[in-house]
């Protein structure tokens, strides 16, 4: 199937996608991996939440009261 | 911090915070030492800049993060070498060799929750310090430095594809890192 990718692969796209914008193909067999597949979609959560904590992590290391 | 007395102590003070993100950025002593030197007399250069910079820590991490980027393009050849470390492939003892998960991802509960503690923030320094050398400089470049990808590779004369599998390691380790010191047992998150 040509949509088809496996957790490992989607792994690999979903923390590429932290860099660049992912292609439209790509974009669509995440979509429906995550669909099915909860072990990917948590991988999904935690990498938004890296993403977040690292922002915050960022503007408090600026932070004039952050130590 | 009008009056010029104060300005050494304050600069004293926050010096051991510079340093501490340079040698997350850098990952060597002698350049980090020199970045902050540089900051410093950067700063010291516009006294009249003390008196408008109520947020004097914010304004020096400024400086510093142009003086970083400066000792990078100085150092590229070095600061692009890699370790063993670096090299390791972590994937494999993620992942089956029909692409299965061995583990599943835990959830991480609500996000908000661990992102409002600030020993949170102290967990993922402590991972980010962790992480090998060239892994470590990359990720910082990318995430504190706020890099683009294209400038990065120019500035280290790397391939985009090494860039890309250097920062995919990094985040790995990363939340593996996290998953194991903040996420295990449940108690905080």
Redesign the interface.
Known sequence: MILKRTCKQVSRLILQAEDQALPLKERLAVRLHLWACTACTRFTAQVSLMRKATARWRHYSEDASGD | MTDASDVAPALEKLRP?LLK?ALLQLRNAAWAEDAVSETLLAALEKPQAFARQ?????WL??ILKHKLVDQIRRNCRELSTTSADDEQDF?DE??QA????RD?????GD?EH??RQVE??QV??ACVDQLPGQQGRLFMM???L?LE?EEICKTLQISPTNL?VM??RA??R??EC??LNWFAGGSKA
Do not use: C, N, V, Y
């Open positions: 915070q993100f109520s947020q004097l820590k914010t991490i400024g994937e993620l992942f029909d692409g299965h998960w599943a991802p835990q959830d991480w996000p661990s992102l949170f923030m993922l320094e990318r995430e504190w706020e990808t890309w920062l995919h985040r790995l990363l939340r996290l998953a």
